[in-house]
């Protein structure tokens, strides 16, 4: 049943978010317009824009999007078809995997990639010790392979999860059907689920692109300094130079192109074809694989999935805990117990246990501040009108926007003034807010508009006020996506480094930004104290998505 339209009360609902997006989200990137245009009438703009940098930060941009893309294609799709077609042993276990990589931090990404193949990697260690060989002679870091790679690693699961999730709600009756009246098993994919599983395919594909368009980390971490996107430019442009008119101009171009792809991503959701973030995985419509090439395929896909997906996480674990002894490897938490201690008792000198601390407090305001503007823009947004969806299509905008210029609009826009450090330890939680809020409202809004207007009606009819309401009927429905939505807010502040990087301070660091620190530093114990923290900021997320995983299957439980 429809819900009714009360515009007072829908006003009232969205002011709070409406305030909270126009002082956090449209008022720094104004600022940076701001400050890019009031140069142009000055005679060293030309001097402050090097249009080469623009245009080399650019080419590349593109060119490492569009190649990391269609090897994601390659590898997901054959991915997303063994997930949605078939049954086989190990199947949860593996899809859990499969989802991790994607709500990894960039920082704990690169520590596998680096514990895996780096030069003091796994890999390198045994090859010098088969070949007696004094150097790595592995040297994929610092190079386009390894940016490919990593984004290859992040964004298989969304290809997995996107499409694979429309494969295996795909009716096979449909394809049984075509094959009845004659057509090949070829010709029933081609005209019959392929044209179904288009929409889920595109929509994948933008998300691809525009994850491997937006990113930072990566880029900074295992491409060196020979690469560099527009992300990376725009914090070099900024932090280590200075030079805000031409991080500005950098920051218009890539909002530029992400506004294009995310108003692709609404078009197609807009359209009736929704994006599904991590739905449960139906079984009902597949099988084990019985011929040969099905079990061929299987074999090798899962066999490629472990070694691209599951390799590096094991690579790191193995790294934290193991440590050169009067032996060889042995088996110790040293690195761990480093994290408390200060060896050279520096008073400047901020523990690794302290960024955990903050990272852990700034999560947790987060996903309260998350959780709060996402409630009243699921209630104020139930009705579908045109207003809604212009107010829902602003709410979209900080997810295709890099967090790299959310942290330069923040950068330019609060820290202005005697008084601007009074303002610190909000905005870290404030941009972690802005940045999760879109998953939120992509989380909540659904159910919320699942419930029948006429259980509302009959609970007021009883006599029932709106906080009653809210607390015996809403909130016994809500209450597994309001959990599911405060893990993804938690996990994704915990992790966040693009927009970090530009307001953390030497005495308030988060983890990431620790492990960044640590990762470039000389020595074991730093680089040991890299991988500790990276395993724990691991384990907070395996933990958090196994609680989403269990989230998700009571909610089908109840719903069978």
Same mark, same amino acid.
């Given at each position: ?106 920082? #704990? ?27 790595? +002679? ?18 298989? *699961? ?27 098993? $070829? ?20 998300? #691809? ?116 002894? *009067? ?97 610190? +330890? ?9 940045? *999760? ?41 809500? $209450? ?25 301070? +030497?005495?308030? +660091? ?51």
């Amino acid at each position: 049943m429809a819900q009714k339209s009360n515009w007072k009360r829908d006003i009232t609902l969205l002011t709070v978010p409406l305030i909270f997006l126009i002082i956090f989200y449209l008022l720094p990137l104004a600022e940076i317009a701001r400050v890019t245009i009031s140069r142009f009438n000055l005679d060293e703009f030309g001097k402050a824009i090097n249009w080469q940098v623009v245009f080399s930060a650019l080419s590349f941009t593109f060119y490492q999007a569009i190649l990391s893309t269609i090897l994601t294609i390659g590898i997901g799709l054959p991915a997303a078809w063994l997930f949605g077609r078939f049954k086989f042993r190990g199947k949860n276990a593996l899809r859990i995997a499969s989802t991790l990589p994607f709500i990894l931090p960039t920082v #704990v990404v690169a520590a596998g990639f680096s514990a895996l193949i780096g030069p003091r990697g796994w890999i390198n260690i045994f090859l010098m010790q088969l070949m007696g060989l004094k150097d790595p +002679p592995i040297s994929i870091l610092n190079s386009l392979s390894a940016i490919l790679l990593a984004h290859v690693f992040y964004n298989t *699961s969304i290809m997995i999860r996107v499409v694979g999730a429309a494969l295996s709600q795909f009716d096979q009756r449909l394809e049984d059907a075509a094959q009845t009246l004659g057509a090949s098993s $070829w010709q029933a994919f081609l005209k019959v689920t392929l044209p179904n599983l288009l929409p889920s395919i595109l929509s994948a594909v933008l998300l #691809v692109f525009l994850f491997d368009f937006t990113s930072f980390g990566v880029v900074l971490m295992l491409g060196g300094p020979q690469f560099s996107t527009l992300e990376v430019e725009i914090y070099i442009q900024t932090v280590q130079f200075l030079n805000l008119p031409l991080a500005g101009i950098l920051s218009l171009i890539q909002l530029f192109f992400t506004m294009l792809v995310t108003l692709a991503l609404i078009r197609i959701g807009d359209s009736g074809f929704a994006v599904p973030i991590m739905p449960r995985m139906q079984e009902e419509n597949m099988r084990s694989p019985r011929r040969v090439w099905e079990k061929a395929f299987a074999i090798g896909i899962i066999a490629i999935l472990l070694l691209l997906l599951v390799s590096p996480v094991a690579a790191l674990v193995f790294k934290s805990l193991l440590i050169e002894g *009067s032996q060889g490897q042995e088996i110790s938490i040293k690195y761990f117990l480093e994290l408390f201690s200060n060896r050279r008792q520096s008073y400047f000198y901020v523990p690794p246990f302290q960024a955990l601390l903050n990272s852990l407090r700034f999560a947790l305001i987060s996903s309260l501040v998350s959780l709060f503007l996402g409630m009243l823009l699921s209630y104020g947004l139930r009705v579908n009108s045109r207003f809604n969806r212009w107010v829902e299509w602003l709410i979209m905008f900080p997810l295709g926007t890099s967090a790299v210029t959310l942290g330069l609009g923040f950068f330019i826009f609060f820290f202005r003034g005697t008084g601007s450090a009074r303002w610190y +330890p909000w905005l870290i939680p404030m941009v972690h807010s802005l940045i *999760s809020l879109p998953f939120v409202l992509r989380v909540v809004q659904p159910v919320l508009r699942s419930i029948p207007a006429n259980i509302h009606w009959a609970a007021a009819t009883l006599g029932a006020s709106p906080p009653s309401i809210f607390r015996r009927v809403d909130l016994p429905i809500l $209450w597994r996506s309001l959990m599911t939505a405060a893990l993804y807010a938690f996990t994704i502040s915990l992790g966040e480094f693009g927009a970090t990087s530009f307001l953390s301070r +030497p005495d308030l +660091p988060t983890m990431p930004i620790a492990i960044f620190r640590y990762l470039g530093l000389p020595g074991s114990i730093n680089y040991g104290q890299a991988m500790a923290m990276a395993v724990i900021i691991l384990l907070v997320c395996v933990i958090s998505m196994l609680s989403l995983d269990q989230l998700q299957y009571l909610s089908f439980r109840d719903k069978a």
